[in-house]
């Protein structure tokens, strides 16, 4: 069983910066693909960027590229997500999930799935 806690949202400016972290409880954080996805209001959840088991490969939605930066380290069992240059479009609640895949954007493919942090940007 794999438990993610989600920690590091809050209210921000445009053009600001967070960091989001998920703690794992897993006995083997490394098998894991991680991933971070958000839902904004009235819209469905949607990818946001995926790293590997390894932390040597990364994936990111086109609306993130450049500006969000996932990041794990697996001796902590902790997954980070660094945003820069935030938009008010990036509001919203963002999660954090763990695969059995390497790297995955699918939603599907994600079995365990933390409570969410809210982020809120204002313009």
């Known amino acids: 069983q794999v438990q993610l806690v989600e920690s590091g949202g809050g209210v921000v400016q445009a053009g600001g910066s967070l960091r989001l972290s998920c703690a794992a409880s897993v006995r083997t954080f490394s098998s894991y693909g991680m991933g971070w996805f958000r839902q904004a209001p009235g819209k469905e959840r949607e990818f946001v960027a995926a790293?590997?088991?390894?932390?040597?490969?990364?994936y990111y939605a086109d609306s993130v590229k450049g500006r969000f930066t996932i990041s794990s380290d697996n001796a902590k069992n902790l997954v980070y997500l660094q945003m820069n240059s935030l938009k008010p479009e990036d509001t919203g609640v963002y999660y954090c999930?763990?695969?059995?895949?390497?790297?995955?954007?699918?939603?599907?493919?994600?079995?365990?799935w933390g409570q969410g942090t809210q982020v809120t940007v204002s313009s």
């Open positions: 999930a763990a695969s059995t895949l390497s790297i995955t954007s699918a939603q599907a493919m994600y079995h365990y």
């Open positions: 790293i590997s088991w390894s932390g040597g490969s990364t």
